[in-house]
C-alpha cells in the first residue's frame, strides 16, 4: 500500500510568481485535504476535495484554488505569491464512505520558500 | 470559532520521565479530539484519538482522556524514551461538515538519554 506522497520536496520562489504543488493519494482514498503550516505553527486547514469538487474551505483568499483528478491526486495553486506564503504544505488523504470519513493520511509536506 | 490551544514549549525531560502536554479546546457541539505526531522530516502521524466525552485515547503508552467539563485532551506518557522526541499536535474536528482539522500550534518535546 502506497502512502501519500508530494512533489516536489523543496521549491523557491519570488513574489508575485506563480506555484503548483501536487500530491498523491494513499490507495483507496477519495478525499484530499491541503494544509498550510508556517514555521513554528500548527497546520492550517486551506480546503478539501471530494469528487474532483471542493467541499470545505479554511480561511485563504481565492488565489489558492485546487484540482482533484479522476484517479483522487491533487494540485495545491498559489498565485501571486506574498513572502508570507513562505511555509510546508501538507496534503492528506482519506477515504469517505457510508456518510463518514476514515482516518486522514498526511503526506511528507512540500517546503515553499518566497523570496 | 473552533480552536485548540497547547502549552508553551518546548519541552525538554530526561529519559523515563512522565510526560505531561496540556491542551485545552473551544468549540460548538461536541468535536472528536486528536494528538499527531511529527518526526523531523516527516508528515504528521496520528498517535491517538477520542469520539467523545470521557473517551480514552491510547497508543504507544501515550493516553489522553476527552474531558468535556475541563474542555481538555492532556496528553500523558508514563516513561519517555529518547525515540518519543518530536512535535506533538493537539486537534480537534467537527463531527459535520468537511473533514477539517484544527490544530493547536505544537509543542517540541526532546527527551535526553
Known amino acids: 500500500e502506497t502512502g501519500v506522497t508530494q512533489s516536489p520536496t523543496h521549491l523557491i520562489k519570488t513574489r508575485g510568481q506563480q506555484v503548483t504543488l501536487r500530491c498523491s493519494s494513499q490507495s483507496g482514498h477519495n478525499t484530499v485535504s491541503w494544509y498550510q503550516q508556517a514555521l513554528g505553527q500548527g497546520p492550517q486547514f486551506i480546503f478539501q476535495y471530494y469528487r474532483e469538487e471542493e467541499n470545505g474551505r479554511g480561511n485563504f483568499p481565492p488565489r489558492f484554488s485546487g484540482l482533484q483528478f479522476p484517479n483522487y491526486s491533487s494540485e495545491l495553486n498559489v498565485n501571486a505569491l506574498e513572502l508570507d506564503d513562505s511555509a510546508l504544505y501538507l496534503c492528506a488523504s482519506s477515504l469517505y464512505s457510508g456518510g463518514s470519513y476514515n482516518e486522514q493520511f498526511f503526506g511528507p509536506g512540500t517546503r515553499l520558500t518566497v523570496l | ?113
Open chain 2, 1 to 113: 470559532g473552533n480552536s485548540v490551544t497547547q502549552m508553551e514549549g518546548p519541552v525538554t525531560l530526561s529519559e523515563e520521565a512522565f510526560l505531561t502536554i496540556n491542551c485545552t479546546y473551544t468549540a460548538t457541539g461536541y468535536p472528536s479530539l486528536f494528538w499527531y505526531v511529527q518526526y523531523p522530516g516527516e508528515g504528521l502521524q496520528l498517535l491517538l484519538k477520542a469520539t467523545k466525552a470521557d473517551d480514552k485515547g491510547s497508543n504507544k503508552g501515550f493516553e489522553a482522556t476527552y474531558r468535556k467539563e475541563t474542555t481538555s485532551f492532556h496528553l500523558e506518557k508514563g516513561s519517555v524514551q529518547v525515540s518519543d522526541s518530536a512535535v506533538y499536535f493537539c486537534a480537534l474536528k467537527r463531527i459535520q461538515g468537511a473533514q477539517k482539522l484544527v490544530f493547536g500550534q505544537g509543542t517540541r518535546l526532546t527527551i535526553n538519554p
